[in-house]
């Protein structure tokens, strides 16, 4: 499976401000994805990131607040924008399985851990 | 919209004893999946199940996939400390029209083992 890493792994950040988030992957990957997961909640999807094209975002999210960019098959990055204490979660980039038998399986970087004043 | 849910939310364990979390699916599935996420850590993929009725073994885990394919649990015999975690499930949901497979996550189970 792919090795994905996340940077920062965890901020504070002031209400107001932006923070972008980078998703790196060793290997070239179709489907990338962005989640947000709040404290001892589940995984909520935000946007699967297409490569050349805007991001796909789910219900509830908007392209203002989370503007996602995927330049290319290795790299994706979220902006949380004009952030506010509601958004001091965990962000998660996953991507999908590398086979067709676990192409719709996903795996996970170790997340960003945003904690808002 | 489509819910997946998980029960209990949370289950204290002595070591050694068996533990089991369900999932229930508002809709009908195309596979289940289960993940385990570490306290502080990620969810990693742990096992994929496809076909009704199916039931996959992985050393003291055992995965069920119901015959109407909308419920999957997972068994866990004799707990170690090192099973402690949160246990999603996820659900793989065909969209028609073209539109791109829905995964949903489950709420969670949340396992504590006492040594």
């Known amino acids: 499976s792919a090795v994905i890493s996340q940077k920062p792994s965890r901020d504070i950040c002031q209400r107001g401000t932006s923070l972008t988030i980078q998703c790196q992957v060793d290997?070239?990957?179709?489907?990338m994805f962005w989640y947000r997961q709040q404290p001892g909640q589940s995984l909520t999807l935000i946007a699967t990131?297409?490569?050349?094209?805007?991001?796909?975002?789910e219900s509830g999210f908007v392209i203002d607040k989370f503007p996602i960019s995927r330049p290319n098959l290795t790299f994706s990055t979220l902006t949380v924008s004009n952030m506010s204490p509601e958004d001091s979660s965990i962000y998660l980039c996953?991507?999908?399985?590398?086979?067709?038998?676990?192409?719709?399986?996903?795996?996970f970087g170790p997340g960003t851990r945003l904690l808002v004043l | 919209g489509q819910q997946v849910m998980q029960i209990p939310q949370y289950q204290h364990v002595q070591e050694g004893e068996d533990f089991t979390t369900y999932c229930n699916s508002s809709?009908?599935?195309?596979?289940i999946q289960w993940y385990k996420q570490r306290p502080g850590g990620h969810p990693v993929f742990l096992i994929q199940?496809?076909?009704?009725?199916e039931v996959k073994k992985q050393k003291r885990l055992t995965f069920q996939f119901g015959e109407a394919k909308k419920n999957s649990s997972l068994h866990i015999t004799a707990t170690q400390t090192t099973d402690v975690g949160t246990y999603f499930c996820a659900g793989l949901i065909s969209l028609k029209g073209g539109a791109t497979n829905k995964l949903i996550f489950g709420t969670g189970t949340l396992l504590a083992v006492q040594p």
């Open positions: 996953s991507v999908a399985g590398d086979t067709t038998l676990l192409q719709e399986t996903q795996y």
């Open positions: 990131a297409n490569q050349g094209s805007e991001a796909t975002y």
């Open positions: 290997s070239q990957v179709t489907m």
């Open positions: 199940l496809v076909k009704s009725g």
């Open positions: 809709t009908t599935l195309s596979n």
